[in-house]
């Protein structure tokens, strides 16, 4: 095991035991529908990688998604993954309008955030959640969370220099 995957693993694990400890304490636990469908999004994008690195070969990401098998395995993973999350945490509904997608274009440069962050964000603290845990990597890069000065970031990794 390299040194990276040792991290990666470290990481896992707090952020594991930190979330188990909330959980046992009563802390009610959400994770936004739009966290959740970027959750989804990367495991099968760390599928797509490691079906190319271990078959050698670089095929684009919707031919990937023509594989059969590969496709079926993936369901059964997602499944997997599905079903813990949604045994651990309320899942809130979240919709994008037109004013959500101005308020991230006129703070751009206040913030590092992709837009699926910005939005799950934006719609915690309206709903008064000031507490946002994550180990999401955009997060790393500016603990300066300008969007809310009234919002706890609780992270897994230290902030990139």
């Given at each position: 095991?390299?040194?990276?995957?040792?991290?990666?693993?470290?990481?896992?694990?707090?952020?594991?035991?930190?979330?188990?400890?909330l959980k046992n304490n009563g802390n009610p636990l959400f994770i936004s529908s739009l966290n959740l469908q970027e959750v989804l999004h990367v495991v099968e994008k760390k599928e797509y990688e490691n079906y190319c690195k271990e078959n050698h070969c670089k095929i684009k990401l919707k031919r990937y998604r023509r594989n059969h098998r590969e496709r079926k395995e993936l369901k059964m993973k997602l499944g997997s993954i599905l079903q813990q999350i949604v045994q651990n945490y309320s899942v809130e509904g979240d919709s994008?309008?037109?004013?959500?997608?101005?308020?991230?274009?006129?703070?751009?440069?206040?913030?590092?955030?992709?837009?699926?962050?910005?939005?799950?964000?934006?719609?915690?603290?309206?709903?008064?959640?000031?507490?946002?845990?994550?180990?999401?990597?955009?997060?790393?890069?500016?603990?300066?969370?300008n969007m809310n000065p009234n919002v706890n970031l609780y992270t897994c990794g230290e902030p990139s220099s």
């Open positions: 095991m390299d040194d990276d995957q040792l991290q990666n693993e470290n990481k896992i694990k707090i952020y594991s035991e930190f979330m188990k400890y994008v309008e037109i004013e959500d997608i101005e308020a991230f274009v006129s703070s751009f440069d206040t913030h590092l955030y992709d837009p699926i962050d910005f939005f799950a964000v934006d719609s915690r603290c309206s709903r008064n959640c000031f507490n946002y845990i994550t180990d999401d990597s955009d997060f790393k890069k500016n603990l300066n969370f």
